[in-house]
């Protein structure tokens, strides 16, 4: 197989993408899980049953994070190193967050200690929720642009400070974040729970799905209205890499919805993430736990999917020197670099999620409180 430099641009686009989704939907739940941790678990049996429903995955789960980090890293990497300086308090108060995760997993319930388990309970709660807001926030972001430049040197300057980040906007966009993975870690719980913890897992599930619907509706319907998106007006070479100031670039208002005109097709990641969101809603109410499940996916991979198809080619426009923007044309790696990683990543990405796909079919069951009493020493 033959793969040209501006086939395997846009290949790159696409694997990132699909990095960023199954990210969002393996550790999506569990971190839905632990935002829910404190709220619908009453107990502290209630919560060591959530927690044991995700015990065996959520390391795993994280697998796509670090992956998807590091093709970032290989594969648009002015991207990476803007995006670590322009979102470096960002990045460290969710590495930092993240951190609470393994450790509440592993000493909660050493201690039978109240005091203890709770903290450790908004502990987890705290590094489940943290991130999925900064992402988000991270994402809206991007659709409003990132103050950053170049100089003559192609050194990268980032000119914003982190408050300039929480803009009622971005703010809403965390708002969409964190909503939906919420919505999929209750789905998640209604699946593998019992009793009561089941029925406030399939109400938080109802409630997370109708927050989806109104946040995702009003931030498409705000950049629609009042932000303007990008657009190039002038690319030397779409060949090149490493040249994001040899473009011109300019803002105008509905660019953002311009790839939607082009190419039709895109209009069913918008429709995906309301569709999946209300039969989620639908088959919560009606206890299809795994039909529920299956919407949530389909609005979560819909609502990514709109980020990316609105803003391409862009990957992180800037608003302070427009033709800083980078694009997936010109901030990409080399050929090389693109090639080997391309097959690296036919062959590690089948087996990755082979390898998940079997270790979540031996463990399924459903867990309730004689699980955890018959386990006590060998549970989370």
Known sequence: MILDYETLKIIWWALIGVLLVAFALTDGFDMGVGTLLPIIGNTDEERRIMLNTVGP????????????GGALFAAWPLVYAMAFSGFYLAMMITLFALFLRPLGFDYRSKLTNTTWRTSWDWGLFVGSTVPPLIFGVAFGNLLLGVPFHYDEFMRPYYTGTFLQ???????????????????????????????????RARNAAKLAALVVIVSFAS????????????????????????????????QQAGAWLTNYQTYPWMMFAPIAGFVGAIFVYISAHNNRSGWAFMASSLAI???????????FPFIMPSSSDMNSSLTIWDATSSLMTLKIMFWLSLIFIPIISAYSFWTYRKMWRRIDIHFIRNNQHTTY
């Open 57 to 68: 995955h959520w390391e795993g789960n994280q697998t796509w994070l670090v992956t998807a």
């Open 165 to 199: 980040l929480l803009s009622p906007f971005a703010l809403l966009t965390g708002l969409v974040s964190v909503s939906m993975i919420v919505m999929h870690g209750a789905v998640w719980l209604q699946m593998r729970t019992l009793d009561g913890l089941e029925a």
């Open 219 to 250: 931030a498409g319907i705000w950049l629609t209205m009042s932000i303007e998106g990008f657009v190039i007006d002038f690319m030397p070479n779409a060949n090149s890499a490493f040249t994001p100031d040899l473009k011109h670039v300019s």
């Open 301 to 311: 991979t819909g609502i990514i999917l709109t980020a990316g198809f609105s803003m």
